[in-house]
């Protein structure tokens, strides 16, 4: 998973360049353990964005808001290397009553530092100087063309925000730290996402938005498909591939349980990387020399792995939450596959759709180039189809979940039955409580369908390897630095099938088919 944050990191991309060409703080390059975690202090940043805003009000010359802005933007960037690293070392150790505290102080930050940013964004948008300020020399031609019309940032959205952030903070606790989320933990657990499902409702209409996937689909992920082109290839999967999924034998997942201590997990993407050559050699080279990944095991971690971007220190970082099994090596690639994006690119400005497509990318590409991943051909060809069909269902089952309008934990479980046993489910041990072990639905609402999509131009750059030996990581390493952030325009400028062409789940089948045998 990319930790990406879009609530948080709109403009950090934008600008990033800015940190890079500055260095990281201090100056020269900076191993993870030499970044000082800093309490930041932002309650000033909305009085800031004000006086920036007056400038501009005033007709001060670009020069003079630019000497506003920039430290406005630096304690921004500030914020985002600070609460990036809190989140790192609270997921390292989710005990250490330290770094919880951290986390939650930054998170509990983010409607006031988003909100100060987006006002001053949609402000100098609205202002007579929006020309000036895109002149080259200052913010460049088109930065504001995502801010037109008015901030979503109103009293209420803040407070409706800053209670989301409560709750997700609270479901972290729990989930973390329980044994058995299907226990004494369940009814709370449930209960703090019928109040997410609330709250996010009211959020999605303060915002302008009709309902909450139109909200999170433009607003929040920045999609170039709509929510029903998503609910109708959803259905497709549904019907296409649950009886392939339901007929799968515990057998092709055995060799996924082998054991893979840190040095085995690690030697496979690191000997994938230099088949590879080129920028992703380069790129693994960064992380080991300059610490930038842990892969970290016990029962105080998250129990997730992600990836995110520092952009005071210009660097990405690579988090696995290990299980010590063979899993952790296509894990490992997974998470390795955004930090060559977020390397090559200098932070990457691509939607989550596109990000994934590179991690999940990577992890097919590995089947050839690493000297072991032949071997584990079977198991991610039917971690494929799991991908295909679970998060398909759990992408459908948030779609279902967000138009009811008027929630209960009851209701939630009912949908929850009923699109497992759509997608076929209940060929294993299955329960109507289990959604509640799956964190993307209490902290990126709308995420899951991303893992679908992506995994499915994945699979396209895979067989276009297959096809023409070098051809598909030919076209990974151009993308890498892709300017195109939205999935169909991405697939358009890679010469990808579309996921939502007629028929094309059927082909996904016999794909699927041949090669699990």
């Given amino acids: 998973m990319k930790a990406f944050f879009p ?3 709109c403009l950090v991309v934008a600008l990033v360049l800015v940190a890079v060409a500055a260095g990281p703080p201090g100056g020269g390059p900076m191993t993870f353990s030499q970044m000082d975690y800093v309490r930041p202090e ?3 940043l909305p009085e800031l964005s004000q006086a920036c805003l007056d400038l501009a009000a005033e007709g001060a010359s670009p020069d003079q808001i630019m000497d506003k802005f920039l430290p406005f933007y630096e304690q921004y960037v500030s914020f985002t290397d600070n609460y990036c690293l ?6 390292a150790d989710t005990t250490d009553e330290y770094w919880t505290e951290e986390y939650e102080y930054c998170s509990g930050k983010i409607p006031l530092v988003q909100g100060a940013m987006d006002d001053l964004l949609y402000g100098l948008a609205d ?9 080259q020399r200052y913010l460049g031609e088109g930065f504001f063309d995502d801010y037109d019309g008015q901030s979503v940032w109103t009293e209420a959205y803040t407070a409706l925000a800053e209670e989301e952030t409560q709750l997700e903070n609270r479901y972290y606790q729990l989930y973390s730290q329980s044994q058995d989320p299907f226990g004494e933990d369940y009814q709370e657990m449930a209960q703090i996402y019928v109040d ?10 303060e915002a302008g938005h009709d309902s909450f996937q139109d909200y999170a689909y433009d607003y929040v992920y920045g999609r170039d498909y709509t929510a029903d082109q998503a609910r109708t290839y959803l259905e497709e999967i549904g019907r296409e591939l649950s009886d392939l999924y339901g007929n799968l034998s515990a057998q092709v997942f055995e060799q996924g349980y082998a054991p893979s201590g840190r040095e085995q997990t690690a030697s496979y993407t690191r000997d994938m990387a230099r088949q590879m050559g080129g920028v992703i050699l380069e790129a693994y080279q960064t992380m080991e020399a300059y610490e930038l990944y842990q892969l970290n095991t016990g029962a105080s971690t998250t129990g997730t792995s992600f990836e995110m971007f520092l952009p005071g220190y210009g660097v990405p970082y690579v988090f696995v939450s290990a299980t010590g099994t063979v899993r952790d090596q296509l894990t490992f690639t997974h998470e390795f596959g955004h930090f060559c994006n977020d390397y090559a690119a200098g932070g990457s400005a691509v939607g989550i759709d596109v990000a994934e497509v590179f991690s999940q990318g990577l992890e097919y590409l590995s089947l050839v180039y690493a000297p072991e991943g032949q071997a ?3 198991l991610k060809m039917a971690d494929s189809l799991c991908v295909f069909v679970e998060q398909a269902a ?3 089952f948030e779609l279902e979940v967000y138009d009811l309008e008027d929630p209960t934990v009851e209701q939630v479980e009912r949908v929850f039955q009923e699109v497992g046993e759509t997608y076929g489910f209940d060929s294993w041990g299955f329960s109507k409580e289990m959604y509640v072990a799956i964190p993307h639905f209490f902290t990126e609402p709308g995420y899951v369908i991303s893992y679908v999509v992506s995994n499915d131009a994945a699979m396209g750059i895979y067989q276009l390897e297959l096809e023409g030996p070098g051809a598909g990581l030919a076209l990974y390493q151009t993308a890498l630095t892709t300017g ?5 325009g991405f697939l358009d400028e890679c010469g990808l099938e579309s996921p939502f062409t007629a028929g094309h789940v059927a082909k996904l089948r016999r794909t699927l088919e041949q090669a699990l045998g």
């Fill in 86 to 91: 809190s989140f790192i070392h609270y997921s």
């Fill in 394 to 396: 759990y992408a459908a």
């Fill in 127 to 135: 202002s007579d100087q929006r020309e000036a300020l895109e002149d």
């Fill in 7 to 9: 609530k948080l990191l």
């Fill in 42 to 44: 932002v309650d000033h």
């Fill in 376 to 378: 584990l051909t079977q």
């Fill in 484 to 488: 195109q952030e939205a999935l169909l």
């Fill in 196 to 205: 997410l499902i609330h709250v996010r409702q009211d959020m999605a209409l």
